[in-house]
Nanobody
Framework: QVQLVESGGALVQFGGSLRLSCAAS????????IGWFRQAPGKEREGVSC????????YYADSVKGRFTISRDDAKNTAYLQMNSLKPEDTAVYYC??????????????????????WGQGTQVTVSS
């Protein structure tokens, strides 16, 4: 059974850092893309970053480029999102997700939520000004 569990969300001050974790079970992370999405109150869900299976190529939305870093530890079957220089506009519930399709790459347009089939429960990130 595929399961994704996010952790690491917290209340942090402007300019602070957080590392979100996405622990995967029921599948081998190395063969599947991982996407990070976020949804702020009253806004549509946004694809923030993704990492491809095998070659580890990455994508970042313009809003987080240079501040966020996605990575994965295949030995731990866990993906991460390191978030630095946080801003109040980063406040949202953050979700990790993975597609059903093996070896689906993280494309130029980033993670598209209709391509991702399995989702975690989300973790709240709040950045105070």
């Amino acid at each position: 059974q595929v399961q994704l569990v996010e952790s690491g969300g917290a209340l942090v001050q402007f300019g602070g850092s957080l590392r979100l974790s996405c622990a995967a079970s029921g599948f081998t992370l190395d063969y599947y893309a991982i996407g990070w999405f976020r949804q702020a109150p009253g806004k549509e869900r946004e694809g923030v970053s993704c990492i491809s299976p095998r070659n580890g190529s990455t994508y970042y939305a313009d809003s987080v480029k240079g501040r966020f870093t996605i990575s994965r530890d295949d030995a731990k079957n866990t993906a991460y999102l390191q978030m630095n220089s946080l801003k109040p506009e980063d406040t949202a519930v953050y979700y990790c997700a993975t597609p059903h399709v093996m070896l689906l790459p993280c494309g130029e347009r980033g993670p598209l939520d209709y391509e991702y089939d399995y989702w975690g429960q989300g973790t709240q990130v709040t950045v105070s000004s």
